[in-house]
Nanobody, 117 residues
Framework: QVQLVESGGGLVQPGGSLRLSCAASGRMLSFIYGMGWYRQTPGKQRELVST???????WYADDVKGRFTISRDNAKNTVYLQMNNLKPEDTAVYYC??????????WGQGTQVTVSQ
């Protein structure tokens, strides 16, 4: 079972950037084909933001396309999410985990991203 620790969140002004990191342990990332970033705001369901497959194929939700970039470094056992031109509606707790969601074993603590003046 893989353990995941997210980091890199914080408070940023609209238009700013953040880079989230997700460190995996317990299982080599190279053995996990699909990884993704999810986010959740209070009272809402967790939503999938972006995915990256073992072959490098990526997918983005419409509202982050062109602003977010997902990447993975299997040697460092880490998945990243570069977020540019952040908007207040990007405010959420961000989690990384396997995709599809039905393959998730457990969730980490996530990292809070707040976009505000």
């Amino acid at each position: 079972q893989v353990q995941l620790v997210e980091s890199g969140g914080g408070l940023v002004q609209p238009g700013g950037s953040l880079r989230l990191s997700c460190a995996a342990s317990g299982r080599m990332l190279s053995f996990i084909y699909g990884m993704g970033w999810y986010r959740q705001t209070p009272g809402k369901q967790r939503e999938l933001v972006s995915t990256i497959m073992g072959g490098g194929n990526t997918w983005y939700a419409d509202d982050v396309k062109g602003r977010f970039t997902i990447s993975r470094d299997n040697a460092k056992n880490t998945v990243y999410l570069q977020m540019n031109n952040l908007k207040p509606e990007d405010t959420a707790v961000y989690y990384c985990n396997k995709v599809p969601i039905r393959t998730v074993d457990s969730w980490g603590q996530g990292t809070q991203v707040t976009v505000s003046q």
